[in-house]
């Protein structure tokens, strides 16, 4: 696999399917890395993994408490890069993490350790524009592509940038507020996705509250496809294993199918 | 201006640092420090923000509401009261910035005044804060029954448990304090939870960060809502010193914002600029490049880049950062940075409430802590002349202070 995520995710939204990324923190249980596979297996077109950091800002009680447990397990960066490495997927990994955990050595480094190690994707979701140059040019350099976030709140102009700096894919918050199952679908959420399309080709995917396969569906054709996070970590928490996620994450998948153009 | 003049007669160069602690632009950065490192989805408010500070900040009439709330509501200017049996005991003179007579018994309610104005003019419904002692909580309760605003406080679990007092008085103002139970239950996590609300509720509340930190504008706003200890401070020293400005100025430092706010006086002149931390907590001293709560600075945290828990004996200063202009004014070495540890703390409070009669917060006892260490090692000068910001009173800490002796 030499394409970059964004050719990936392009070649498998062209053939007209729905973008499936389910998440899992990284180190959250000894066996994390079945977690990968099964998602990859139940037809995830690429996993996001997250780095645990100590004061996710822009994490519901879920991803908190998934970090909490990691990093109490000791997960490290490193150790992470370590078990990524020795990964047998065919569908792009993607790291998010917040920026603290990015400074530690120079951008630069941090970037040739997550692409030696095969990740192709970045989200640091507390960078933004105005911060995020260093870091996008670091990423540029070692082929990874630096996700950008989209907000309901953001301007028109600030949607035209974003949607022009972010590689891989463009991450369009459905809502103001942290990541974390909710109910319905904001009509900002629908607004934003039309308005992202509208404004790029890169493919635009709905990240937060994200509950149930119905909704999956039902959001993710306002766009291209969704991110999973709190709903498959709040089950992991409460228990399931490896297959019981990777259940779950098919079961997204047959809804997507059933609702892809 | 008659301490420039001093100056250039006594052949003395002014630091380079002269043009510190002015306005940071559109970036917010403090050298390297500072900046806007938030989701996107705070972006937007930040930028409002930003805009109605300069547009209030350059507006005479909102100077004038600020100012006139100030000096009757909250009881300023605030004497300069010399410490004279210390002093002699130290065999310095050292002068005291009562900002534990300001009203709620801290310097917390420049700020929060300030930033109250600033909410109410943007027609914002509530306030929205974190607190570490209480301090700030009980500041921005005040405020807001004040300006008929509503207000929300995030306080650690922990920082609740030994801050008992200031709960109720958040209370009794018409406040909801909200206890935050995740990671160490302090300040730390008070931000984190407050930020968290933030995002979800951006139409309606507004953020007040209690001190120099957070994404910009923060910093420099409340460095600047601050700034008026430091002005007074320099007018009461160029009354009272023959050479109009003393050889020290002395404040402690959790995030930094009554240092931030002191130091700003005297950036443009001779004084030595102290910063004390709490040993436990002294990010300026063991701290490394980091970004936490949506600013670049120095941050306890370990080889992985996790945050650390910081630990002092007093809450106020139990914050894992420090304010990014104080990380610049370090590198620059225009300020230094000391840190004291509890047992030096506690011995200053009884110190001072002894030899004074004033009962100093815990925060504040770190500053005093250092100078008393530092008069008696020779650091400072016998005949030295030390004006050190005492940043609140010490009523809130009688419970603690019960158990240490």
């Known amino acids: 696999m030499t394409e970059s995520l964004e050719e990936f995710l392009i070649a498998r939204r062209d053939t007209g399917r729905l973008l499936l990324v389910p998440y899992v923190t990284a180190g959250v249980t000894p066996g994390w890395t079945d977690i990968v596979h099964a998602y990859a297996d139940a037809g995830a077109d690429a996993v996001e993994l997250g780095f645990p950091f100590s004061d996710p800002m822009l994490d519901g009680v879920t991803i908190q408490e998934a970090s909490d447990r990691a990093i109490a397990a000791g997960t490290t960066v490193k150790g992470i890069l370590e078990e990524v490495a020795t990964l047998d997927v065919d569908v792009p990994l993607i790291a998010m993490t917040y920026s603290n955990l990015v400074v530690q050595q120079s951008t630069a480094e941090f970037c040739a350790a997550l692409t030696a190690s095969g990740l192709r994707g970045l989200i640091v979701p507390d960078s933004p524009l105005e911060e995020v140059g260093e870091l996008a040019d670091a990423a540029a350099a070692e082929g990874l592509d630096l996700v950008l976030l989209a907000a309901p709140s953001s301007s028109r102009a600030r949607l035209r940038e974003i949607t022009e700096r972010s590689r891989g894919f463009v991450y369009a918050l459905t809502r103001m507020g942290t990541t974390g199952e909710r109910g319905e679908i904001p009509e900002q959420a629908v607004r934003l996705g039309r308005e992202l399309k509208g404004l790029t080709d890169r493919p635009v995917l709905f990240g937060f509250g994200v509950s149930n396969p119905a909704q999956a569906a039902e959001l993710a054709g306002h766009a291209d496809g969704v991110v999973v996070a709190s709903a498959l970590m709040r089950k992991l928490l409460d228990g399931a294993r490896p297959r019981e996620l990777g259940d779950y994450v098919a079961s997204i998948r047959r809804a997507l199918d059933h609702g892809a153009r | ?405």
């Open chain 2, 1 to 405: 201006m008659g301490e420039m003049s001093w100056s250039r007669r006594q052949g003395v160069t002014v630091p380079a640092a002269t043009r510190a602690m002015n306005d940071p632009g559109a970036t917010g950065r403090f050298g390297t420090y500072g900046g806007r490192h938030v989701p996107e989805s705070l972006i937007p408010a930040c930028h409002e923000i930003e805009a109605a500070f300069r547009e209030a900040w350059s507006d005479p009439e909102f100077r004038s509401r600020l100012d006139t709330l100030l000096a009757v509501y909250a009881g300023r200017p605030t004497p300069l009261t010399p410490a004279w049996r210390l002093s002699h005991e130290l065999g310095i003179t050292l002068f005291l910035k009562r900002e534990d007579l300001a009203h709620t018994g801290s310097h917390k309610i420049n700020n929060v005044i300030g930033q109250a104005l600033l909410a109410h003019r943007m027609g914002k419904e509530r306030l929205l804060a974190e607190t570490g002692a209480g301090q700030h909580g009980v500041a921005t309760a005040t405020a807001a029954a004040l300006l008929g605003l509503k207000a929300t406080v995030f306080m650690g679990e922990r920082d609740i448990e030994r801050q008992e007092l200031n709960v109720l008085r958040m209370n009794v103002l018409g406040a909801e304090v909200v206890p935050v139970t995740t990671g160490s239950r302090t300040l730390k996590d008070a931000c984190n939870e407050a930020m968290r609300h933030w995002v979800s509720s951006v139409d309606n509340s507004y953020y007040c960060i209690g001190s120099v930190m957070g994404p910009h504008p923060y910093p420099w706003m409340v460095r600047e809502f601050q700034r008026v200890i430091g002005e007074e401070a320099r007018a009461q020293c160029a009354a009272e010193l023959p050479v109009g400005v003393p050889d020290y100025v002395v404040a402690c430092v959790g995030g930094g914002s009554n240092a931030a706010g002191t130091f700003a006086g005297f950036v443009d002149t001779t004084a030595r600029l102290i910063g004390v931390e709490a040993e436990g907590g002294a990010a300026a001293t063991f701290g490394r490049v980091g970004v936490l709560h949506g600013f670049r600075s120095l941050v306890l945290q370990d080889e992985d880049g996790q945050v650390t828990e910081a630990h002092s004996v007093a809450a106020g200063l139990d914050y894992p950062g420090i304010g990014p202009e104080h990380a610049h004014l370090r590198d620059g070495g225009r300020a230094r940075y000391e840190t004291v540890n509890d047992e030096e703390v506690v011995q200053a409070l009884l110190c001072l409430a002894r030899t004074e009669g004033i009962l100093a917060a815990l925060e504040s006892s770190h500053a005093v802590a250092w100078v008393i260490r530092a008069a008696k090692s020779g650091e400072i000068a016998p005949g030295s002349t030390v004006m050190l910001t005492l940043s609140g009173r010490g009523d809130k800490d009688i419970a603690s202070i019960k158990e240490l002796l």
